[in-house]
């Protein structure tokens, strides 16, 4: 069974710090990019960042300089390091990945900013 487990979501005040954490089951991890996306209320899932197997990485604009993605090939595992956050951070974070053409995404997990 693959899966993907979020978790390290949290309450935290404005200019605080998070770490997410993505574990992924199975062979999944391996060889393929991983991403993480995000849902705030009443808003559309939006992408926040991907990283290949390789490490090349993305942000999406709105979180540059401030989150950090990474990934730990020995462990199966997909972080976001997240930095200066703001109160428009707040969203349930989402892992994603595409394995032998079917997507796959983690439960989520809350993020709250508070101001």
Do not use: H
């Amino acid at each position: 069974q693959v899966q993907l487990v979020e978790s390290g979501g949290g309450l935290v005040q404005a200019g605080g710090s998070l770490r997410l954490s993505c574990l992924a089951s199975g062979s999944i991890f391996k060889g393929n990019a991983m991403y993480w996306y995000r849902q705030a209320p009443g808003k559309q899932r939006e992408l926040v960042a991907s990283i290949t197997p390789d490490g090349r990485t993305t942000y999406a604009d709105s979180v540059k300089g401030r989150l950090t993605i990474s990934r730990d090939n020995i462990r199966n595992t997909v972080y976001l390091e997240m930095n200066s956050l703001k109160p428009e951070d707040t969203a349930v974070y989402y892992c994603r990945t595409i394995a032998a053409t079917r997507v796959y995404w983690g439960q989520g997990t809350q993020v709250t900013v508070s101001s």
